[in-house]
């Protein structure tokens, strides 16, 4: 008697994936001589003025390294708004939503734009409990909020760059 077949993708799949991925111009972004090898410790982001900024800048320098050879500045602006988004039936807001942006620009040396665009994303904290814990909340929230924007900053840089070739 021969066992019920799965259904889903089978092993053969999985195996051809990596030949139709390279048939169709697929590269790898990380990969040797890849777009996100050109970021890889040259970016120089601008100094940071606000803790929202300062672990914005955090994040990309963890994501591309600390600018060894600088080829290329990184301007950036952001903007939060929290949003009350639980309130109880004794008007008490109990869960907060903190939206953010950033419009960045990536120049290079000779002053000219090779990515810019803009990310944006939200997380959120509880404000349940004492007044220390909300603020720790808001402030790990604050942190969440600008590492999901920076990975999206390198995400698009990266991609524009592969689209100029």
Known sequence: MSSPRKSGP????????PLALAAC??????????????????????????????????????????????????????GTRTVGVGITADNR??????????????????????????AQSFTAFAATGSTVAMLAAEEDAQVRLMRILADQVVAQMIAQLARRG
Not at 38 to 60: E, H, N
Not at 100 to 114: C, H, I, M, S
């Open 10 to 17: 089978d092993r053969r799949a999985f195996l051809i994936m």
């Open 25 to 78: 111009g697929f590269t790898p972004a990380y990969q040797k001589g890849g777009p996100a090898e050109a970021l890889l410790g040259t970016v120089r982001a601008a100094d940071p003025s606000t803790k929202d900024a300062f672990a914005f800048v955090q994040r990309i320098e963890e994501r591309l390294g600390r600018p060894e050879r600088h080829a290329y500045d990184l301007t950036y602006e952001i």
């Open 93 to 118: 807001t109990t869960r907060y939503n903190l939206e953010g942006w950033v419009r960045y620009r990536l120049v290079d040396g000779a002053g000219t734009t090779v990515a810019q665009g803009r």
